[in-house]
């Protein structure tokens, strides 16, 4: 309906009209969410994780050199014992590195800690490409100790970056920078697999491209500044306090002005400070916690299922598995797909993780690698699923796409939420330890268990683990979308397992209509 005259008129002059909603106050993002303080946050994420590409490098390189390393035609050469020991060793190291990790994060931080993981690699890269060419013994040793090394470094990778987000980073922007560790693995892999296609003949020259790689990945983390939340817990409160303004988009002052940074440095001092002021426990005395050993028992178990679930067989033994398989194409082509189909999945996992949440994403995950695994079992035993053109390429691809969305990143995402800042560190460590075991145990028994059982029923196998996986998550994995990480603390502590998304689902329900 239109208004009157008498309406808009008032003694011959307009009535003032007031427009719904412009009484209200202008909002305005949160300081840490506006465009210079993600541009910084996103900045240091990306620095951190340059280095990290050196895990995934670890990961693939047996799948691009082994069929040199067995080449009998070589001066020096492996036996089929000492292969699948240059494939698994660095698994068996990197609980090391994971324990290794908890350490460093506390007592010297967590830049420094990316510091030593990067001088680590550099040493054992060096030692690859100067393996011995006369002494079959000697060549042996070099290639273990060199891969031993790396495997300290893949451990000592996993936790440190995905800390460093997490810490740094506001809720709204957290998932996507934790990702940064799960991208930049998933780059390393496909970079060498990349490499690997065209250089299939010489495993010094592609360790040596990624030593000098890695000395770039050094320098990058040379200008990183230290995490807030650490400097703070070592009462280092001026260069906190530079650390939180920045990250926030401020300039780098040891004075906070702006009242959002405050208020949550605040939060942070007076976190710290409660927990200061309580008795301190031994690590296995705070495992005693709900806190603490709930996450750690689902996280140490959701590691076991990624690896119990051929993730990093396919990774490692990618061309030996495509030729099994009975892929017709090329299968350093094969792998080069499998690399490049992670690396793009893993992409926008934040938002896929921000939109979906981490449990829907772990059984949409879970529940088509289990698909994927049964139809390369079903093409060896079935004449009619042996007649579909590429399906063999489309189930192994499909299947690393599927682990991607959940499954291969989740752990290392969550474990950067999960753990309270008091455990973080020496957490952290014992968990990619225990995962890191598991995965040695697989890689180190896949090659006698296929000649045991056949290839098909060890596709069998995977995607039994993975249907057992998608009950695990249902049952057991808490939702920590869009929670601070003293919200998922206090989660634990409750043991409310209730999302706020659940929440207000219920609410939705139960609200009475309105009269």
Not at 146 to 165: C, D, E, H, T
Not at 274 to 281: H, M, S
Not at 381 to 407: H, K, Q
Request: aromatic share 8%; with cysteine; net charge positive.
């Amino acid at each position: 309906m239109g208004l009157t005259e008498e309406e808009l008129h008032t003694n011959g002059h307009l009535k003032p009209q007031i427009i719904s909603g412009m009484d209200r106050p202008l909002q305005t993002k949160p300081l840490g969410e506006q465009p210079r303080a993600v541009r910084r946050q996103a900045i240091a994420v990306i620095l951190a994780n340059v280095g990290v590409l050196s895990t995934g490098m670890t990961l693939a390189i047996p799948t691009v050199t082994l069929d040199q390393l067995k080449d009998e035609t070589e001066p020096v050469h492996l036996n089929g014992t000492q292969a699948s020991w240059f494939a698994s060793v660095n698994a068996l190291a990197a609980p090391l590195g994971g324990l290794l990790s908890g350490v460093l994060l506390d007592r010297i931080g967590r830049k420094r800690t990316l510091v030593v993981l990067n001088i680590l690699n550099i040493a054992a890269w060096i030692l690859l490409a100067t393996a011995s060419q006369t002494d079959s013994h000697s060549f042996f040793w070099q290639l273990i100790v060199s891969r031993f090394i790396l495997g300290i470094g893949m451990g000592l990778a996993s936790a440190p970056p995905g800390v460093y987000a997490a810490e740094i980073s506001v809720p709204r922007t957290r998932g996507s920078l934790i990702l940064g560790t799960s991208i930049s693995v998933a780059g390393g892999i496909t970079i060498l697999y990349g490499i690997g296609f065209f250089i299939r003949d010489d495993f010094r020259l592609i360790a040596l491209i990624c030593c000098g790689y890695q000395l770039v990945a050094l320098l990058c983390v040379l200008p990183l500044p230290e995490s807030h939340c650490w400097l703070l817990a070592k009462k280092r409160l001026a260069e906190a306090k530079k650390s939180l303004n920045y990250f926030r988009g401020l300039e780098k002052s040891p004075h906070i002005t702006h009242p959002q940074v405050l208020e949550e440095f605040q939060v942070l001092q007076k976190s710290l400070q409660l927990r200061d002021a309580e008795e301190k426990p031994s690590f296995l005395r705070s495992m005693r916690l709900p806190e603490v050993h709930k996450p750690l028992l689902i996280l140490m178990s959701l590691f076991a299922f990624q690896q119990l679930t051929g993730i990093f067989v396919v990774i490692v033994y990618a061309v030996q598995i495509s030729l099994e398989a009975g892929i017709s194409i090329d299968p350093f082509m094969c792998a080069l797909l499998i690399g490049l189909a992670r690396l793009v999945t893993t992409c926008p996992m934040g938002y896929v993780l921000e939109a979906w949440g981490r449990r829907r994403a772990g059984i949409i995950s879970t529940l088509g690698m289990c698909a994927c695994m049964f139809l390369l079992a079903g093409h060896s035993w079935s004449n009619l699923l042996r007649d579909v053109p590429y399906l063999p390429v489309v189930a192994i691809v499909g299947f690393i796409i599927l682990s991607t969305l959940g499954l291969y990143t989740l752990p290392f995402f969550m474990i950067s939420e999960l753990f309270p800042q008091k455990v973080r560190g020496p957490a952290s460590g014992l968990t990619v330890a225990v995962g890191m075991f598991i995965s040695f145990l697989c890689l180190k028994t896949f090659p006698d268990l296929k000649e045991a059982i056949g290839m098909s029923k060890c596709f069998v196998f995977f995607g039994v683990m993975s249907l057992l996986a998608m009950i695990f998550i249902y049952w057991a994995l808490p939702e920590t979308r869009r929670r601070t990480l003293l919200e998922i603390e206090e989660q634990f502590r409750s043991g409310n397992r209730r999302a706020p998304a659940d929440v207000e689902m219920q609410e939705v329900f139960v609200r009475k209509p309105e009269q």
